[in-house]
């Protein structure tokens, strides 16, 4: 009995030992973590972390949104336009809504659109007294339906109200360029549970030993093929990583399609009836959207922002089309390969695009 109860506690304290020791190696091995789907599905930054050079400014130049000052531009967005949680999302500085800020030389003030009520704005005395010239409704495309899509459908047919372009004074800021920091951090007082180099090897050894028991992925982050090697600066190019919510749109029938545009349509009436803001609606394309065309056909998901008609009575950039276009001509990281989210190639294009909207 006291045999195999010794042979037991060696049995238990070599197992442990192995493991510590595998940990220990991972954590040389692995790159410090970087994006949310390398983190969420136990992916190598290694492997998929970006490898391109990436900007933003040291002092952000969007503003956090407040109730009670005014901005010559409003944006309710959700994490493509400020951090909305303290994980890891693009960096302070870097959002979208910063380049804008810089080439239109316009205060652009940020409210979190699943945190921030929109009515709570338009309700304020300042919205009434002194709107700002322009409000921009940003989400992202796979939550149209959970966030819009709560009406029958069924609405009139709004003329667009007469509300002259922008002037623009760009402010000529340069950002600031960086590459992603692979040196290897034993302790780094930024990260915490469950974010540490340790928690990070933990986690990895987890997830691929799950993989290889199953034989299948048992994360939300999918993982696929492409068939360019050029659209992405990570170490497996030929690879892509995205988010399982972008398959749900799949299933949206056309009646939640054109709930969606009723309440895009009567929000923008409510906000240009002062006849001084233009409204602007921003839906961000999924980034399995944007590189559809080089996944696998069956894992192809149908262009379902093409189930919005072409707008005559709403003013919506069509960022769907511009950044299918942006990727067949080969810009670099219009996602992180790492990420759900644009990586300064995406920012700055939408930026861009947005600012150009508004001055004509």
């Known amino acids: 009995m006291a045999t195999s109860h010794k042979i037991y506690n060696i049995t238990l304290l070599t197992m442990i030992a192995i493991f510590l ?31 391109s050079e990436q900007s ?53 003030g940020v409210f979190v659109l699943d945190r921030d009520p929109i009515d709570n704005f338009l309700n304020q005395q300042s919205f009434k ?6 409000f921009v409704l940003e989400t992202v495309e796979r939550y149209l339906r959970p966030r819009f899509a709560d009406n029958d459908g069924h609405c009139e047919h709004i003329p667009l109200a007469q509300i002259k372009p922008l002037t623009l004074h760009p402010m000529g800021i340069k950002p600031k360029h960086f590459t992603r920091d ?89 906000i240009e009836a002062n006849g001084k803001t233009r409204f602007v609606l921003m839906i961000v394309p999924d980034k399995s959207s944007v590189y559809a065309e080089y996944m696998p056909p069956d894992l192809r998901l149908p262009t379902t922002l093409e189930k919005i008609p072409e707008p005559t009575d709403l003013r919506m950039l069509r960022l769907d089309r ?24 995406g920012s700055e294009l939408a930026a861009q695009v947005t600012a150009d909207y508004l001055s004509h």
């Open 21 to 51: 020791a595998l940990c220990i190696l991972f954590m040389i091995y692995l790159d410090p973590l970087d994006g949310g789907l390398t983190r969420i599905g136990g992916y190598t930054e290694n492997d998929f972390g970006w490898n």
């Open 182 to 270: 692979t040196t290897l951090r034993w302790h780094d007082p930024a990260m915490r549970w469950p974010d540490t180099q340790l928690d990070y090897a933990i986690n990895y050894i987890d997830k691929s030993f799950r993989r290889l028991i199953n034989r299948k992925n048992m994360t939300d982050t999918l993982h696929t093929s492409l068939s360019r090697s050029d659209l992405m600066s990570n170490r497996r190019s030929t690879e892509l990583l995205y988010f399982i919510g972008d398959t749900a749109k799949a299933e949206w029938s056309d009646k939640i399609w054109s709930a969606a545009r009723c309440s895009f349509a009567r929000l923008q009436k409510r």
């Open 129 to 134: 007294d002194n709107p700002p010239e322009v």
């Open 322 to 345: 511009i950044f299918r276009s942006a990727a067949e001509a080969g810009i670099v990281d219009l996602y992180m390969p790492d990420d759900t989210h644009w990586g300064s190639a």
């Open 56 to 108: 933003l400014f040291p002092t952000p130049l969007a503003q956090t949104g407040q109730l009670d000052k005014h901005y010559d531009i409003v944006v309710f967005g959700d994490s493509f336009s400020s951090r909305t949680t303290p994980d890891r999302q693009t960096g302070i500085g870097g959002f979208w809504t910063d380049h804008l800020a810089n080439l239109t030389g316009l205060s652009v």
